[in-house]
């Protein structure tokens, strides 16, 4: 199972708490539990999804043996930092045996034609930090960026004068800080933020898109740097 079906299947929860809401409505405090445990868990299983959608790419470029010269540079970027870090320095200084391997990796990716070892690379969220401005950075050490170019998310809405259906896009950052914010409000102040029935099934939605598009993409690009 791909690591995007994974996700679908994951989300079975999210839906599950969303029926329990819809069923509480003359229950407004149980209500309220099942569109919040909607929210977390929703917040929880898309980072789940960014993070294995990235080791798995970055996992499969591994794999392909590129030379640099085809690895994006913001990953190159990373995967200098990562093997030049503070106790690589250290164990240059001192002369020690793991420099060789800190000093080979480095030499390979400075190398037009070296083959990095690309699987190194840790596309994790940082601790404790979740918005759009994690997601960017993270995104861009899996050699993905900018994100919110690459990836623009749509809703369908009907023109009111002519009728027809236009895809309109949604400002994707704005709505995902405000969902990092809503979580935040509920699992670190233990508040009840404004929620609905109907914004919880449209983050779900956005997200779900966003998921789907990414996977799309990154399956075309590895297709291209196969050619």
């Not at 800190?102 to 994790?124: N, V």
Request: proline share 4%; hydrophobic share 40%.
């Amino acid at each position: 199972m791909g690591v995007l079906d994974d996700f679908r299947v994951r989300l079975q929860e999210v839906e599950s708490c969303l029926r329990r809401a819809q069923e509480s409505e003359s229950t407004p405090e149980l209500h309220s539990l099942y569109l919040k445990m909607s929210h977390i868990l929703l917040m929880a299983k898309f980072e789940w999804f960014v993070e294995m959608i990235l080791a798995e790419h970055v996992a499969a470029l591994g794999q392909m043996s590129l030379p640099s010269r085809s690895v994006p540079m913001e990953l190159r970027k990373h995967l200098i930092a990562s093997c030049l870090n503070d106790n690589a320095v250290r164990s240059i200084r001192s002369l020690d045996a793991k420099a060789i391997a800190a000093l080979e990796q480095a030499s390979a990716l400075l190398s037009e034609t070296g083959i990095p070892r690309i699987e190194e690379a840790d596309c994790r969220f940082s601790y404790g930090k979740h918005g759009s401005s994690e997601m960017h950075k993270t995104f861009s050490r899996a050699g993905i960026s900018p994100i919110f170019d690459l990836v623009k998310i749509t809703t369908s809405q009907t023109d009111p004068l002519s009728g027809a259906v236009l895809e309109v896009p949604i400002d994707f950052k704005g709505r995902f800080d405000s969902m990092v914010n809503k979580r935040n409000l509920i699992l670190h102040e233990d508040q009840n933020p404004s929620l609905s029935y109907n914004e919880v099934l449209s983050c779900y939605d956005i997200l779900s898109d966003f998921a789907s598009k990414i996977s799309q993409l990154i399956e075309v690009w590895r297709a291209d740097l196969c050619r």
